[in-house]
C-alpha cells in the first residue's frame, strides 16, 4: 500500500510524518567503568608496577650505581644473599624492630587515647601536646635525640648527673644500647598515629551503653574488656597491618639516628648502603625485592588469617 497521497489538484503530496530513528547503541556498563578508572590505573602502573618490574629486572644483573654497562647473573645475587652472614642478621634486626615498636605503639596509643578520651580541663591542649611528635620531621627527630643523649653534651647526661653527682650514665648511643634508643625515638614519634586513629574511634562508641555497664557494676577493666575493645577491633587490625609495614620499611629515622652500623642495619639500610655505599645496583635491588617479598608473605598470611577469623566468628 503505497503511503503517498494526492492533493485536490490530482498531484502527490509529500508525507511529512516523521520517520522512526534507530535506536542508539548504549555502551555496557563496565565500559564506562573502565574508561573511569583507567587514569587509576595508569597512573599505578607508572609509578609503582613499572619501577617493580625495573627492579626486579635490575636484581638479576651486576649493574654499577653509577655505570651505564651491565650484564645478566642469573640468580648469583640471590645466591649470595643467602649465603652472606650479615644478610639473615639485617633480617633479624628489622623482624625485631617492627614488631618491638609496632606493639609498643598500639599499648601506648590505646592507654593515651582511653586517657584523652576522658573529660578533664584543657584536654583541647592535651590532644595537641600528645600529637606534635608526628608532626616533626624525621631528620629533626634524629638530630635532636641524639643531642638529647649524647653521653657528653647531652641533656641526658645533664640530667643524670643532678639527680646522682658524680656518677657516669651508661652510653644510649653505644652499641651494646642504641638499637634500644632507636626502638624507644620510634615508639615516641609514631605512637601519635595509633593514638588519633583509637580516639576518633572512641568518638564514636555510644556513650549510653558504657554509661549502662557501669550502672549494672562492670569495672573498668570490665567495660573496656567487652564493651570499648569489640569496636576497636576493626581499627586495631587494620593499625596492625599499616604500622608493620611502615616500620618494616622504614629508613630515615633508623638511618638518620643510628647510622649503618651492624646492631641497627635492617632491610632498608641494607639496600641503601650496597647502592650508595658499595654502588652494587644490583645487589641493592636484590635486597630491595627480598624485602618486598617478605612483606608481601606477611601480608597475605595477615589477611587471610583476618578474613579467617571473622568467618568463624560470623
Do not use: C
Not at 180 to 198: D, E, Y
Not at 249 to 273: H, I, N, S
Request: proline residues 6%; aromatic residues 14%; charged residues 15%.
Amino acid at each position: 500500500m503505497s503511503l503517498t497521497r494526492t492533493t485536490t489538484t490530482g498531484a502527490p503530496a509529500v508525507n511529512t510524518e516523521p520517520r522512526a530513528s534507530a535506536p542508539r547503541r548504549r555502551m555496557p556498563g563496565w565500559f564506562w567503568g573502565a574508561l573511569l578508572l583507567s587514569p587509576a590505573f595508569l597512573l599505578v602502573l607508572g609509578v609503582i608496577a613499572a619501577p617493580i618490574a625495573y627492579l626486579v629486572r635490575l636484581s638479576f644483573t651486576d649493574a654499577h650505581a653509577y655505570l651505564p654497562k651491565f650484564s645478566s647473573v642469573g640468580f648469583d645475587n640471590y645466591a649470595a644473599l643467602l649465603r652472606a652472614p650479615h644478610f639473615w642478621d639485617s633480617v633479624r634486626t628489622t623482624v625485631w624492630y617492627a614488631g618491638l615498636t609496632v606493639g609498643l605503639q598500639l599499648v601506648l596509643g590505646v592507654l593515651i587515647a582511653l586517657m584523652l578520651h576522658q573529660r578533664f580541663r584543657g584536654r583541647g591542649v592535651v590532644r595537641l601536646v600528645a600529637l606534635a611528635p608526628y608532626m616533626v620531621p624525621s631528620i629533626v627527630v634524629a638530630l635532636v635525640w641524639r643531642w638529647l643523649l649524647d653521653p657528653t653534651t647531652g641533656a641526658y647526661s645533664w640530667a643524670i648527673d643532678k639527680v646522682w653527682p658524680g656518677s657516669e650514665p651508661p652510653n644510649l648511643l653505644s652499641p651494646n644500647l642504641i638499637f634500644w634508643s632507636l626502638i624507644a625515638v620510634s615508639v615516641w614519634m609514631f605512637t601519635p598515629f595509633i593514638v588519633i586513629s583509637v580516639l576518633a574511634r572512641l568518638q564514636t562508641i555510644d556513650p549510653s551503653v558504657v554509661e549502662a555497664a557501669t550502672v549494672d557494676g562492670a569495672g573498668a577493666w570490665r567495660r573496656f574488656w567487652h564493651i570499648v575493645l569489640p569496636e576497636l577491633k576493626p581499627v586495631l587490625y587494620t593499625l596492625i597491618l599499616l604500622r608493620f609495614m611502615f616500620m618494616f620499611t622504614k629508613f630515615d629515622v633508623v638511618y638518620l639516628f643510628a647510622g649503618t652500623g651492624t646492631e641497627v642495619r635492617t632491610l632498608p639500610v641494607l639496600t641503601f648502603q650496597r647502592i650508595f655505599g658499595e654502588a652494587r645496583l644490583g645487589s641493592g635491588a636484590a635486597v630491595a625485592m627480598v624485602l618486598f617479598v617478605l612483606l608481601l608473605i606477611f601480608t597475605t598470611v595477615y589477611l587471610r588469617t583476618l578474613y579467617r577469623e571473622r568467618e568463624e566468628t560470623a
